[in-house]
């Protein structure tokens, strides 16, 4: 059911919601801060980023001869031995690498693809020797697991789905959900992995009528799915019940835009989205990610903060990841850019190597590693110190 038009605002209104904005400015760092001290994980304090110079640690390279298209890290066990390995993903083969020492690695596995080439690769939290990438051409047409077998040979894949996806996301508690078919038949599913990386469990979520376009979980709101839609909304969903919460019509500046984070506090939502590509010479500033926030009883959704590239430095989003309070984005410039979202503003550049610009850049899920990848199938490894 369509919600109603909303009202225009009175000059009442509109001075008690700029009160609401600056106190909202305010407080954000000091919420985010908190937020990202209770929900750290105690065994990777040693390892967290408290600095903002980029040391390279390690380099990877794939001998498949394609183009590189992906990277990721995932925990692999053996023996009861748990180490942290990175996937990286050509067109046609996806490649487990385990660490040999600090800056060498290995790789292991191997899984080949004849038919349809790899677009992403979706890492799943809480899994281990298992990932998922999605295949096609620009569209998603399957969604397959990758098992690490037991003898260290055999390429063993599970097809998930397959149809006209529209978007993926790993989960929380072993999950992938996933948006597929038309408006008319939409399928919003979550798929729940066994141990021995089978299917355990498939429910759906109550369809929002509109394209799903991302997904995002929200920290701070347990069982709860954020999701984007092509028509400028965000929905919400209670992951239990696959009940869907609320639909808010965010302001049609932020068209086009992805959501990289999401997170809960003072019964606020605050988002993370990139910033979408806006004309020539329209601003002085030139925003990459921006964060704004919903009060998801009311629809009411406010921009708070805009995240800009350096005085002097060119370039719009490309590809990019948000992992707790850091940002990280390739720009059409080449360069990568990171942002600590709690201090505002860009801490570190990278700008190409050998002369290769980057093409996408990940977060280590394991570890608090910066993972950047170029065309010719290089993986770089950085660490911020």
């Not at 990202?36 to 903002?52: G, I, K, V, Y």
């Not at 984007?228 to 086009?256: A, C, F």
């Amino acid at each position: 059911m369509e919600e109603p038009p909303a009202k225009p605002l009175s000059c009442e209104e509109k001075e008690k919601l700029k009160e609401k904005l600056a106190l909202l400015k305010k407080e954000y760092s000091k919420t985010l801060a908190r937020l990202q001290t209770e929900m750290a994980d105690p065994s990777a304090c040693d390892d967290s980023l408290n600095s903002h110079d980029l040391q390279l640690v390690s380099k990877l390279k794939s001998a498949s001869g394609s183009c590189s298209v992906d990277v990721s890290a995932m925990w692999w066990e053996r023996a009861g031995v748990k180490e942290s390995c990175i996937i990286t993903a050509c067109e046609y083969v996806v490649a487990l690498w385990k660490p040999l020492d600090a800056k060498r690695w290995k790789k292991n596995y191997t899984w080949h693809f004849k038919e349809i080439p790899v677009l992403q690769i979706v890492p799943v939290p809480d899994v281990c020797n298992l990932v998922c990438v999605a295949l096609g051409n620009l569209e998603i047409r399957e969604l397959r697991a990758l098992l690490c077998p037991c003898d260290d040979k055999s390429d063993k894949q599970v097809l998930l789905k397959s149809g006209n996806i529209e978007a993926v996301a790993g989960l929380t508690k072993r999950r992938l959900v996933s948006s597929s078919g038309t408006l008319d038949d939409q399928q919003v599913e979550v798929m729940t992995f066994a141990e021995d990386g089978g299917i355990n469990e498939k429910h759906f979520l109550m369809p929002p009528e509109e394209a799903v376009t991302t997904f995002a979980e929200v920290q701070g709101m347990e069982e709860t799915l954020l999701g984007t839609t092509g028509m400028s909304s965000i929905v919400i969903w209670n992951l239990k019940t696959g009940q869907l919460l609320k639909k808010v019509h965010i302001d049609e500046s932020y068209h086009g835009s992805v959501c990289h984070k999401a997170y809960s506090d003072m019964g606020l939502l605050f988002l993370v989205l990139n910033h979408p590509c806006a004309k020539d010479g329209q601003s002085l500033e030139k925003p990459v990610f921006q964060l704004i926030a919903i009060n998801p009883k009311t629809s009411l959704n406010v921009g708070v903060m805009l995240y800009c590239l350096p005085h002097g430095q060119a370039g719009r989003f490309l590809e990019g990841d948000v992992k707790d309070h850091f940002a990280a984005a390739v720009l059409t410039s080449g360069t990568i850019a990171i942002w600590d979202l709690l201090l505002g503003h860009c801490t570190a550049l990278l700008p190409p190597v050998s002369d290769q610009n980057w093409s996408f850049v990940k977060w280590s899920s394991t570890d608090s590693h910066l993972l950047a990848g170029q065309k010719d199938g290089n993986i770089f490894v950085y660490r911020c110190t």
